[in-house]
């Protein structure tokens, strides 16, 4: 499993500590986005957790349900954390955390943006499979003030459930387009000779929908359906 083999590398504790020293930029960010003299102040609770969540969803990454053959997997609810953040302290700390979470999962899977030959490919790369994605969860806690119904706990449900799926169907999205984009043209290079390939049946779309579909679309209903039901238990937390 990826998990141990990090651990015994030694590459596991440095990426985790890479991500608390980009977690500065949470402050940093509250006070270039807001214009007022008077910040919110971030205390060492708040960075505490915020690097928690990171942990966990790099940890939930690497503990792999299913992995597609060329990329992409269905993973235990790494999702997840990034949105609770969101939803428990508001997008703007969602969106930092989810860009630290980000940088993490691209450092992990640097190995395939090795692949793309050429730097536009490899920039685009980065932005739709990894940058983009992952730090648009930060998103998820969009409807978190929203008042759908009377019952708290019911409201918190749905609210987290309709952020939780705009999110993922947005880093699905994501996913499409860069199958189209990069990955489309490299595999009918890869696989000219292989009629029976899936890359010589479909056109570019057609491919990558049926492809990242493959991994993408588990990996959204189980997020949905996961958060949700943990919101009510992270509402007892106290902040």
Excluded at 22 to 38: C, G, H, Y
Excluded at 66 to 81: D, K
Aim: charged share 15%.
């Amino acid at each position: 499993m990826k998990f141990k083999n990090a651990i015994r590398s030694g590459t596991f504790v440095p990426l985790f500590l890479f991500g608390r020293r980009l977690l500065i930029l949470i402050p940093f960010s509250e006070v270039v986005m807001t214009n007022n003299k008077a910040k919110k102040r971030y205390d060492t609770h708040t960075l505490v957790e915020c690097a928690m969540m990171i942990a966990l969803g790099t940890v939930l990454s690497l503990i792999k349900v299913y992995e597609a053959p060329f990329g992409g997997s269905v993973t235990l609810l790494s999702m997840a954390p990034v949105i609770f953040v969101s939803f428990r302290h508001g997008i703007r700390t969602g969106l930092v955390t989810g860009f630290v979470y980000s940088v993490l999962q691209l450092l992990l899977g640097i190995s395939s943006v090795a692949w793309v030959p050429d730097f536009l490919g490899k920039f685009l790369c980065i932005l739709l499979d990894y940058l983009l994605p992952f730090t648009m969860l930060g998103f998820g806690g969009m409807f978190r003030r929203c008042r759908f119904l009377g019952n708290e706990r019911a409201n918190a449900m749905l609210t987290a459930f309709l952020g939780t799926l705009a999110v993922t169907l947005f880093r699905f999205a994501c996913h499409i387009l860069s199958g189209v984009v990069i990955w489309y043209a490299l595999d009918l290079v890869w696989y000219a000779d292989d009629p029976t390939h899936i890359v010589n049946q479909y056109s570019s779309w057609i491919f990558s929908i049926i492809y990242n579909a493959g991994f993408m679309v588990p990996e959204v209903l189980e997020t949905c359906i996961g958060v949700p039901l943990l919101i009510p238990a992270l509402m007892r937390i106290k902040k």
